[in-house]
């Protein structure tokens, strides 16, 4: 059965940290694109990060220089490392994948929401707050 579970979510004070992980199964990271997004009541899916499968990376305006995206393929995990969190940070973060789809980290994070991605993850609530 393939899957996308994300984990780590949780409240924390302005200016923590929290490190998300999104664990794949029934298929293999290696050789797809990883994004991970971000979803507010009112506002559309928007990407927060993103990885391409060449290793091209791209960062939101608003996360540049706070969060970090890695992967691990030989667990067949990808992480977001978020730090100097916001209160602007609140919101369900999603993890997704895509094989063959976009050709740069720039597409997988602004046209997957709305072109799609192959698989997405259920979403884990970050709050940031005091």
């Known amino acids: 059965q393939v899957q996308l579970v994300e984990s780590g979510g949780g409240l924390v004070q302005p200016g923590g940290s929290l490190r998300l992980s999104c664990a794949a199964s029934?298929?293999?990271?290696?050789?797809?694109?990883i994004g991970w997004f971000r979803q507010t009541p009112g506002k559309e899916r928007e990407g927060v990060s993103c990885?391409?499968?060449?290793?091209?990376?791209l960062y939101s305006e608003s996360v540049k220089g706070r969060f970090t995206i890695t992967r691990d393929n030989t667990k067949n995990v990808a992480y977001l490392q978020m730090d100097s969190l916001k209160p602007e940070d609140t919101g369900i973060y999603y993890c997704?994948?895509?094989?063959?789809?976009?050709?740069?980290?720039?597409?997988?994070?602004?046209?997957?929401?709305?072109?799609?991605?192959?698989?997405w993850g259920n979403g884990t609530q970050v709050t940031v707050s005091s």
């Open positions: 997704a994948v895509d094989s063959r789809r976009y050709s740069v980290a720039q597409n997988v994070c602004f046209m997957g929401p709305r072109y799609g991605m192959d698989y």
């Open positions: 990885m391409h499968n060449s290793g091209d990376t």
């Open positions: 029934g298929f293999t990271l290696d050789g797809y694109s």
